[in-house]
Nanobody, 126 residues
Framework: QVQLVESGGGFVQAGDSLKLSCLSS????????LAWFRQAPGKEREYVAA????????YNTDAVKGRFTISRDNARNTMSLQMNTLLPEDTAVYYC???????????????????WGHGTRVTVSS
């Protein structure tokens, strides 16, 4: 059973940076496709970024392109999300998600993912 634990959230000012981390255990990390999602108060969970098993391919939603960078360290079973130039609209609980791909995957769809962390809260003040 894969377990995911996020860390690194906090309260920051607009324009600041934060780095989120997701530590995985209990599975075969190198076989997992990973992603970050977020959920703002009163809104549905939305896709932020995804990364392939070897880290060679990354995908960002348009709202964070040029500001957020997803990465992974397969030697340390961790995934990160470097968030720069944060905006108040980035305020949300950020979740790490994982799946073992069995074929073509809709990386932006939460229901595709089998494993989730409990989330880490990011609050950006204007």
């Amino acid at each position: 059973q894969v377990q995911l634990v996020e860390s690194g959230g906090g309260f920051v000012q607009a324009g600041d940076s934060l780095k989120l981390s997701c530590l995985s255990s209990g599975g075969t990390f190198t076989r997992l496709s990973l992603a970050w999602f977020r959920q703002a108060p009163g809104k549905e969970r939305e896709y932020v970024a995804a990364i392939s098993r070897n880290g060679a391919s990354t995908y960002n939603t348009d709202a964070v392109k040029g500001r957020f960078t997803i990465s992974r360290d397969n030697a340390r079973n961790t995934m990160s999300l470097q968030m720069n130039t944060l905006l108040p609209e980035d305020t949300a609980v950020y979740y790490c998600a994982a799946l073992y791909p069995k074929g073509p995957t809709r990386v932006t769809v939460p229901d595709e993912y089998d494993y989730w962390g409990h989330g880490t809260r990011v609050t950006v003040s204007s």
